[in-house]
């Protein structure tokens, strides 16, 4: 599932002075291919060994952990008093972002009892593809494309299409849309 | 309600592709000459450059996904204890890190033996030789190191073309910018790619 290399003579013209260099340069891209995405335990770097670590001021610490008593208090409010058992809503609400300010949401649904997760998954910013050409929302792990929760093309503005993932969520660590056939993500999860 | 998933998926943030981070100024030599007098930042600074690269490589040396991530934290482990051996008139600190990055991952191979075939590696096969593997980690190590520096409205468009697999049209309708400007950016990040490497070419 590799992506399709660029064809070198879509790129430079025939009578480019320096299409020799250009190809080497070509070639070593197409050899080097691309790298591995990071699982999230590697996202951030590790404690380097006998580094030490500074503690967390205990005066801030009982400041921060204050308000985070209180925000926690609050949602549990806002949890019980606002339609917890609300039909239709999302259990949990992914966003995604690409580039050129390309971005989706996926709400994940309650699961049903033959346990699908449906999901209504809205996108805006990818580009129109030519007319067989598709793209697919994955799950992932480890790193790689795991499994496709459905495939789906766009028009132009927002387009809202429902997908369903019939996984257990839990094994997986993350979401990616690509081009169907490819493996680069085009849209991942943002912060 | 979001408990309902895993939380790691609700916690996560993993950086696009497309959108790496710029070049910055500091050398990678200056860099780990920094982390050798202790500065975690730097240390840091040099893990965000190099993890995927590293990971990659420990891939192709080991193959084995799992023990591939598990040796990155060697790597650079390696990297902080062994920063002070760093002595820049020998050469730039990317080549640096790719030997201690190639001995770290040798030395976690023999300590960690590979797992028994009844619990078989998720494995990524070559069919290369071991100098020819050799010479194609060291080549993709430099790639994208080299990739790096480009300026990003070039390095996205040879990602999305060579990485992603979007023809020139559709990079131009995903970046909303016009075919030509496509095509000029990618021939200019060819050439300047090709610069960074001329040793190689």
Not at chain 1, 41 to 69: H, M, Q
Not at chain 2, 127 to 132: F, G, I, T, V, Y
């Amino acid at each position: 599932m590799s992506a399709t290399p660029p064809r070198f003579d879509d790129l430079v013209a025939a009578d480019d002075p320096a299409r020799e260099r250009l190809l080497a340069a070509h070639e070593l891209l197409i050899a080097a291919g691309p790298q591995p995405e990071l699982p999230p335990e590697l996202a951030v770097a590790p404690v380097p060994p006998g580094a030490r670590v500074v503690p967390f001021a205990r005066r801030r610490f009982t400041a921060v952990g204050a308000v985070a008593i209180a925000a926690t208090v609050l949602l549990a409010i806002g949890y019980v008093v606002g339609g917890r058992n609300a039909p239709g809503a999302p259990v949990q609400t992914i966003t995604m972002k690409g580039a050129n300010a390309a971005e989706a949401t996926i709400d994940v649904l309650a699961q049903d009892a033959a346990g699908n997760w449906p999901m209504t998954f809205s996108v805006s910013g990818l580009p129109v593809l030519p007319k067989g050409s598709t793209y697919t929302l994955w799950l992932t792990k480890d790193g790689k494309l795991a499994e496709s929760c459905g495939s789906f093309v766009v028009a132009g503005g927002t387009t809202e299409v429902p997908l369903n993932a019939p996984y257990r969520l839990k094994t997986f660590d993350g979401w990616v849309v690509v081009k169907t056939g490819t493996t680069q993500p085009l849209l991942t999860e943002s912060a | 309600m979001a408990t309902v998933l895993s939380p790691r998926l609700h916690a996560r943030a993993r950086p696009a592709t497309i959108t790496t981070v710029s070049a910055s100024e500091v050398t990678d030599g200056t860099l780990i000459e920094q982390i050798a007098a202790g500065e975690r930042s730097a240390f840091e600074e040099l893990y965000h450059r190099y993890a995927r690269s590293v990971l990659g490589l420990a891939l192709r040396r080991i193959g084995d996904r799992g023990r591939a991530e598990d040796s990155v934290q060697d790597v650079f482990a390696a990297v902080w204890r062994s920063a002070a051996s760093y002595d820049r008139k020998r050469g730039p600190g990317g080549a640096w890190l790719y030997t201690i990055a190639r001995n770290a991952i040798v030395d976690a191979q023999r300590r960690k033996p590979a797992p028994t075939m009844a619990d078989p590696p998720e494995v990524v096969s070559t069919d290369l030789a071991p100098d020819e593997e050799a010479e194609a980690s060291w080549n993709s190590w430099r790639v994208h190191r080299a990739l790096e520096t480009l300026p990003e409205n070039e390095r996205s468009v040879i990602a999305l073309a060579y990485f992603s697999g979007l023809s020139q049209s559709e990079i131009a309708a995903f970046l909303q910018i016009p075919l030509g400007t496509v095509k000029t950016r990618t021939r200019s990040g060819l050439a300047r790619l090709a610069d960074t490497l001329e040793g190689e070419l």
